[in-house]
């Protein structure tokens, strides 16, 4: 059992930066993969970002390429989203999902803890 709790989130301009963190407990967090989704008013969860177990490998969505980071700390149980140069489009709920396996996808359905979300608010 893992939970997830986001934390970050908040109402930057445009062109600004924000770092989201996602806070694990539960036993065994370095042996699981992380991800980032978010879902916008009106729009279907997509996905942004993952992280392998170790930090080896990571994949991103063509959107935020180049704009966004994921990291994790495994001493802290945490996972991190830096966030730069943000957009108006990138506004959306930020959710943190693990994948009880050492390495990751894309797929939502493949992620087995979600966090509850944390609102980014990007003004133009």
């Known amino acids: 059992q893992l939970q997830l709790v986001e934390s970050g989130g908040g109402l930057v301009q445009t062109g600004g930066s924000l770092i989201l963190s996602c806070a694990a407990s539960?036993?065994?967090?370095?042996?699981?993969?992380m991800a980032w989704y978010r879902q916008a008013p009106g729009k279907e969860r997509e996905f942004v970002a993952a992280?392998?177990?170790?930090?080896?490998?990571?994949r991103y969505a063509d959107s935020v390429q180049g704009r966004f980071a994921i990291s994790r700390d495994n001493a802290k149980n945490t996972a991190y989203l830096q966030m730069n140069s943000l957009k108006p489009e990138d506004t959306a709920v930020y959710y943190c999902?693990?994948?009880?396996?050492?390495?990751?996808?894309?797929?939502?359905?493949?992620?087995?803890?979600w966090g509850q979300g944390t609102q980014v608010t990007v003004s133009s």
């Open positions: 539960g036993r065994a967090f370095s042996t699981y993969a």
């Open positions: 992280i392998s177990w170790n930090g080896g490998r990571t």
């Open positions: 999902a693990a994948r009880q396996n050492f390495y990751s996808t894309v797929l939502p359905n493949d992620y087995d803890y």
